[in-house]
């Protein structure tokens, strides 16, 4: 376990009992010792108090050699003011009203992902957005925080394990393609979230830490 936490250092940053990142504090006082929860979210615009989630998904998986996956569950969230969504951030989204018809209420949809990977420490590529999306959800529902308080930026540990020449830029379907990982479908939540697990542990096989 202690090659593992090792090789998962880089990435860690300390949250608030809210799920906030803590300014000023890069990593948490404890490695994490229980499942990681690979998320994405997909949002109606960049600023949580103003956009909502409209799309998110989870893979859980232990914390072993590999990593391997446990559970993994996604669905589209029914936005409550379209209106004020940045018409980019719909179009990467895919949104479409035919699309969403059958889309959850944010209510059910945090609450199955904190069933999913409850007391888990939520990981993800670049996971500044997500974590401030996932900060206000929680708030905005009434919910305690359900996950553990630390993240993992999975684009963190990418920067440190691959060498010079590997990559032209960190973004997750570049670095996904050039490990040779396919691809589920465009910015959807949990295509993308299985891409940052797979990324994950393609670098952590790297390491010399995939399954015995």
Known sequence: MEALA???RPGLRALTEAGAL???????????????????????GPNPREHEVIDLGGVRAALA?????????GARVRPLHIGTANPASLKVA???PRAW??????????AR???????ATIAGWGISGDMAFLAETARRTGAPWPF??????????????????????FNLGHVADRLGIGRMGEHGALADA?????????????????PP
């Open 6 to 8: 090792e090789f998962l």
């Open 22 to 44: 803590r300014e000023g504090v890069e990593r948490p006082a404890a490695p994490p010792d229980g499942p990681l929860l690979v998320v994405d979210l997909e949002m109606s």
């Open 65 to 73: 050699p590999g990593f391997p996956e446990e559970a993994a569950w």
């Open 94 to 96: 895919g949104y479409a």
């Open 101 to 110: 018809r059958n889309a959850i209420a944010l209510e059910e949809a945090f």
């Open 113 to 119: 992902l904190a069933k999913l990977g409850r007391g």
């Open 148 to 169: 553990a308080e630390a993240a993992l930026d999975i684009q963190r540990i990418a920067r440190k394990r691959l060498g010079a020449g590997e990559v032209e830029r």
């Open 194 to 210: 299985c891409a940052a697990y797979d990324v994950l542990v393609r670098l952590a096989e790297r390491a010399g830490l995939g």
